[in-house]
């Protein structure tokens, strides 16, 4: 692995393949265990997630569904601001357990705007997942309740991150040389 070039900028690498795979296992089997009896919906946050979503419900072992939904954001009225909805969530939610499965918790502002809108629902109970967080860029805290890694508040591209559109498809992450 070495510096690669992405549009305009450079990425240096930051976490590779193996130890990605490594923690992913981990978490799966953190997660089979508190959640064997449960059989849990885990719904998945595209575009992002998509290879850490796979690779996650891959190594689970126990049952479990999954869906794959897109969150659009438009302008609301003044007092909300902007808003997020949810593009192609079609299960009923009510008396689930449900994990969120997302790439990456930034600023936490996606999260804090969705996870109430699930809550309506009434889950019995609803788990966030996610790969990475930036704790130094989180301004809406989350609570993450399985964390793959964090990690300094840089950009990052790979595994499911674009810089722009481009870098998905790469199998380890990388991070911004400034
Ligand atoms: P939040 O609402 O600020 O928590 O933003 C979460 C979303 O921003 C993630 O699901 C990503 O799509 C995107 N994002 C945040 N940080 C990065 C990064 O370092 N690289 C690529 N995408 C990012």
Redesign the pocket.
Same mark, same amino acid.
């Given at each position: 692995m070495s510096v690669i070039q992405v549009h305009d900028k450079k990425f240096q690498p930051y976490i590779g393949a193996t130890e990605l795979q490594q923690r992913i296992r981990e978490m799966a089997a953190e997660m089979s265990r508190d959640l064997k009896d449960e059989r849990p919906l885990f719904i998945a946050?595209l575009n @992002?997630s998509f290879m850490f979503a796979g690779d996650l419900f891959k190594y689970l072992n126990i049952p479990a569904e999954i869906s794959f939904i897109k969150l659009a954001s438009y302008k609301g009225t003044k007092s909300t601001g902007n808003v997020v909805q949810a593009i192609g969530l079609d299960e009923d939610l009510f008396g689930r357990t449900v994990v969120i499965v997302?790439?990456?918790?930034?600023? @936490?502002?996606?999260?804090s705007q969705f996870l109430p809108q699930l809550e309506h629902q009434q889950p019995k109970k609803l788990l966030v997942a996610s790969l990475l967080t930036k704790p130094e860029a989180m301004v809406h805290p989350i609570k993450i309740d399985y964390l793959g890694f964090s990690v300094p508040n840089k950009?990052?591209?790979g595994y499911g991150?674009?810089y722009d559109g481009l870098g998905r498809n790469l199998p380890e992450i990388y991070q911004l040389v400034e």
């Amino acid at each position: 692995m070495s510096v690669i070039q992405v549009h305009d900028k450079k990425f240096q690498p930051y976490i590779g393949a193996t130890e990605l795979q490594q923690r992913i296992r981990e978490m799966a089997a953190e997660m089979s265990r508190d959640l064997k009896d449960e059989r849990p919906l885990f719904i998945a946050i595209l575009n @992002g997630s998509f290879m850490f979503a796979g690779d996650l419900f891959k190594y689970l072992n126990i049952p479990a569904e999954i869906s794959f939904i897109k969150l659009a954001s438009y302008k609301g009225t003044k007092s909300t601001g902007n808003v997020v909805q949810a593009i192609g969530l079609d299960e009923d939610l009510f008396g689930r357990t449900v994990v969120i499965v997302e790439d990456i918790v930034d600023t @936490g502002k996606t999260l804090s705007q969705f996870l109430p809108q699930l809550e309506h629902q009434q889950p019995k109970k609803l788990l966030v997942a996610s790969l990475l967080t930036k704790p130094e860029a989180m301004v809406h805290p989350i609570k993450i309740d399985y964390l793959g890694f964090s990690v300094p508040n840089k950009f990052l591209l790979g595994y499911g991150l674009d810089y722009d559109g481009l870098g998905r498809n790469l199998p380890e992450i990388y991070q911004l040389v400034e």
